[in-house]
């Protein structure tokens, strides 16, 4: 039998926590491992109850998400991070996908695309809500040098991995890029991993947000 994905929920609003958790606790294949009420309690949380999804909020009295995802992206095997807003054109969700976020949701997102989410990412495929990612890729694109940098990185890929690269910034799945490419899935999850080595990043957000600098996206 597969085990449930172990979700831990932090959040400082005791009530987002309490629907969250009764909203995730109720779905077959999905259990909530735990809950912490700010981001310095995150690492404890995480020794504690070994999750696979972490939600995490961005703003927190003593240490904020942005803080609290980059010093789990440091840690050795560390579970994925869904961050959550309540603001669209909160800047700080540009900052928290480059700490190494696998993507984020506005707190006012449905229900069934919550739990969509948290299973994509545990799968390795980023989230991004689709209200806002445009705003925050073109932020990102906007600031000085973005551009070069990204073209220069990118310099170091192959073709093959390049053309992954494309696919990873449209939003495909694995699947949808190996048939896009006449490749195996195995092939592809090859091709990532050889991608975010080169390029030293994180996921596969980082990935599209780099691609989207150097104007491929």
Do not use: W, Y
Request: charged share 25%; aromatic share 2%; net charge neutral.
């Amino acid at each position: 039998m597969i085990p449930p994905l172990r979700v831990l929920v932090v959040d400082d609003d005791a009530l987002v926590r309490a629907g969250l958790c009764m909203m995730l606790d109720g779905i077959h294949g999905i259990t909530v491992a735990g809950e912490a009420a700010d981001g310095d309690q995150v690492p404890a949380a995480t020794d504690r109850h070994a999750p696979d999804v972490v939600l995490m909020d961005l703003r927190m009295p003593r240490v904020d998400g942005i803080t609290a995802t980059r010093r789990l992206r440091g840690r050795p095997r560390p579970p994925e991070v869904i961050v959550l807003t309540t603001f669209d054109a909160d800047e700080n969700i540009l900052r928290a996908l480059r700490a190494g976020a696998s993507g984020f949701l506005l707190k006012d997102t449905p229900p069934a695309q919550i739990v969509e989410a948290v299973r994509r990412v545990a799968a390795g495929d980023p989230i991004l809500s689709p209200r806002v990612t445009r705003r925050l890729m073109d932020r990102a694109a906007d600031q000085a040098g973005a551009f070069q940098r990204a073209r220069d990185a990118l310099e170091v890929l192959s073709p093959r991995e390049n053309e992954v690269v494309l696919a990873v910034a449209r939003g495909r799945t694995n699947a949808e890029i190996a048939a896009e490419l006449l490749m195996t899935v195995a092939t592809v999850k090859a091709h990532v991993s050889h991608v975010l080595g080169k390029l030293g990043l994180d996921n596969r957000t980082q990935v599209a947000l780099l691609a989207h600098d150097a104007g491929l996206a």
